[in-house]
């Protein structure tokens, strides 16, 4: 398989907005003696409810911080006293959501996935994040999401790739010296610590 560079841009931003991300989730149906598939769900993230603010141990001997999950991008709508689910449509052009995504069962086998994170009926949520593109308990939320490269979506919330990116830059220039001593796996996040280190703007000029 080969690497979306959509996707892996995706994943970075959830990452370091503390969500844990699933890539891929693919769901079949039985039927006439085999399996079809469905559709596969480019985005599960959930973020638990964490406030805002770096993620940090301190002692005697000093601070242990994580540099993942220290900041929240506003524009996400985070909701920080409950757990904050997103299940995202990746598209390397306009923001779209497959119809499928919507589907009863595909939500029903991504929330039992997920969890008993919701106190509500499940039923409910389902119809709820189906049909208006998100769902509201006191202990969770959910929100599809189409992430792509610009565009609106009916029913759900529209992110581009420019504001993810953007917003990334920025995080990382807020904390360039600890960028620049980390040994980064994540592509995305390498690549602007290399463009750091190399003397690139990461910051857009306007």
């Known amino acids: 398989m080969r690497p979306d560079a959509a996707a892996e841009l995706v994943t970075a931003y959830l990452r370091v907005n503390n969500y844990f991300v699933l890539n891929d989730l693919e769901f079949h149906l039985w039927e006439d003696g ?30 242990v911080e994580c540099l993942l999950g220290g900041e929240v991008d506003p524009v996400l709508g985070v909701a920080t006293d409950r757990c904050d689910v997103i299940i995202g449509e990746v598209k390397r052009g306009e923001a779209s959501f497959n119809p499928a995504l919507r589907d009863p069962r595909v939500l029903h086998g991504v929330f ?27 202990r969770a939320q959910a929100r599809l999401v189409a992430f792509g490269h610009g565009g ?10 420019a504001h993810m990116l953007e917003w990334l830059a920025a995080a990382m220039a807020r904390h360039q010296e600890l960028f620049e001593i980390s040994v980064l796996s994540d592509p995305v996040l390498s690549i602007l610590a290399l463009m750091s280190r190399m003397g690139y703007p990461l910051q857009r000029t306007r």
């Open 152 to 161: 609106s979506v009916v029913n759900g919330m529209a992110m581009s790739h």
């Open 112 to 138: 039992t996935r997920i969890g008993d994170v919701f106190e509500s009926s499940l039923d409910e949520v389902i119809d709820e994040s189906g049909a208006t593109g998100r769902a509201v308990a006191p």
């Open 34 to 63: 085999g399996y079809r598939a469905v559709t596969d769900v480019d985005i599960v993230a959930v973020r638990h409810r964490t406030p805002v603010g770096p993620v940090h141990y301190r002692n005697t001997s000093g601070i």
